[in-house]
């Protein structure tokens, strides 16, 4: 019992749990749990619709199928597809959706007007091999009118850059993608990034937003690009927590002295699971240790005040308080 899915989250206090999930998805086992009134914790859905803008890949006409009969629409333009996701983000909204997540190797910034985009969108109808810019042109539109969506809606946008993915085309065939060979990528964030967010800042659309990046290269980057778009809500531009390969001790310990001398610290949200695994909720103790040691660090060298409440609040906040008014408002 102590070890049963609600066990688990018993003995860890889980508060909310965030999954991820495809736009075409029914969501009918987060209809199930909010039925049961003796579940330990919210189980709300986070939007993730990168198959509907990985238009380069030979799979994504059959997804779009799968996106049209969600929402029972036709999808014959690029607008429709927006049109279309637009109205499955309305529907996991009604569901208790707080977030998007959407991977990238960077940010798109090919801007093309709709009737371009939809010229693209039907020359992939039609069988044909896009360009890269073709690509990108897509993938700005669609993340674009989704961007804006979000920020209307009160949704996180969170985009996960710098993985270079199913490395060994060996394994890729034998095991399929996301089995463990995958990267840090080394490409350039800044520019591409800059203009993303500075389209939607000129007309006051950027939402609240979470940077997670592969590569620790990329930290100062993107901590002192966000804060060119903090705006009206305490926090709003996050740099997200060390990720993926990055989430051991010395990982953890950087990203959070870098947002403390580029950022401001107290603001954090603070660590995320992202292993998919009900195990994993121990990386949060592991995460809290490590926040502590730093602060207490700090304290006793005289970097900061030797004020254990005030200290204490500002751990509190980063480790649960913060990340509850970000998502919950």
Request: aromatic fraction near 10%.
């Amino acid at each position: 019992e102590n070890l049963s899915v609600k066990g688990i989250m018993k003995q860890f206090k889980v508060y909310a749990v965030g999954t991820t999930d495809d736009p075409a998805d029914d969501l009918a086992f987060h209809a199930q749990i909010a039925k049961q009134k003796d579940f330990p914790a919210k189980v709300i859905p986070s939007y993730r619709p990168d198959k509907a803008l990985a238009i380069e890949k030979d799979t994504f006409l059959s997804y779009i199928d799968s996106l049209a009969k969600a929402c029972g629409k036709k999808i014959e333009r690029a607008s429709d597809v927006v049109e279309a996701l637009i109205d499955r983000l309305d529907f996991f909204v009604s569901m208790g959706c707080k977030a998007s997540d959407h991977a990238l190797i960077t940010a798109p910034a090919i801007f093309k007007s709709e009737s371009d985009v939809n010229a693209i969108f039907a020359k992939k109808l039609a069988g044909a091999t896009l360009s890269c810019e073709e690509v990108e042109a897509y993938k700005t539109f669609v993340l674009t009118h989704l961007a804006k969506a979000y920020a209307k809606r009160d949704i996180a946008m969170q985009l996960h850059f710098a993985a270079i993915r199913d490395n060994n085309s060996m394994m890729f065939k034998k095991l399929g993608p996301d089995t463990g060979y995958d990267a840090s990528h080394d490409k350039e964030l800044a520019a591409s990034l800059s203009s993303f967010l500075n389209n939607l800042s000129a007309t006051g659309e950027v939402p609240k937003t979470i940077l997670y990046t592969l590569n620790p290269k990329d930290y100062y980057s993107l901590a002192t690009l966000m804060g060119c778009y903090q705006d009206g809500i305490p926090g709003k531009m996050q740099l997200g927590s060390a990720w993926w390969f990055a989430d051991h001790k010395d990982g953890m310990e950087e990203q959070m002295k870098i947002l403390g001398n580029v950022g401001l610290l107290p603001r954090f949200i603070g660590m995320l699971t992202d292993s998919r695994s009900f195990l994993s909720y121990s990386r949060h103790e592991y995460f809290r240790r490590i926040l502590c040691n730093i602060f207490g660090t700090w304290a006793e060298e005289g970097e900061v005040p030797y004020d254990l409440e005030m200290l204490g609040k500002v751990v509190q906040d980063i480790s649960f308080g913060n990340a509850k008014a970000y998502f919950e408002g």
